[in-house]
Nanobody, 113 residues
Framework: VQLQASGGGLVQAGGSLRLSCKTS????????MAWYRQAPGKQRDMVAS???????NYEDSVKGRFTISRDYARNTVYLQMNNLKPEDTAVYYC????????WGRGTLVTVSS
């Protein structure tokens, strides 16, 4: 199983980024997927999740600003992040439970004030 995250970068507050997580070596159609983030000195927390059927959940601080989605044809999950805030600065990780918990390499998002 491989999860390849991309799309991070430096953006000003109020800006937008879209993260992508390309999966391989797994049956993407049956896997629940999630995005986590870890800020410096803090624990890793879930930001958003999407079930195999497309049901979504969000951490309170990102509701209305972030949207998680998935493309079954591309075996890819996305995180659209709008109205970014400095407190969104973190390394973002793609996650799934498929034959055990799987993590991708993180992608760094930096939001400047």
């Amino acid at each position: 199983v491989q999860l390849q995250a991309s799309g991070g970068g430096l953006v000003q507050a109020g800006g937008s980024l879209r993260l992508s997580c390309k999966t391989s070596g797994m049956n993407f159609r049956i896997a629940d997927m999630a995005w986590y983030r870890q800020a410096p000195g803090k624990q890793r927390d879930m930001v958003a999740s999407i079930s195999s059927g497309g049901s979504t959940n969000y951490e309170d601080s990102v509701k209305g600003r972030f949207t998680i989605s998935r493309d079954y044809a591309r075996n890819t999950v996305y995180l659209q992040m709008n109205n970014l805030k400095p407190e969104d600065t973190a390394v973002y990780y793609c996650n799934t439970f498929y034959r055990g918990e799987q993590w991708g390499r993180g992608t760094l998002v930096t939001v400047s004030s």
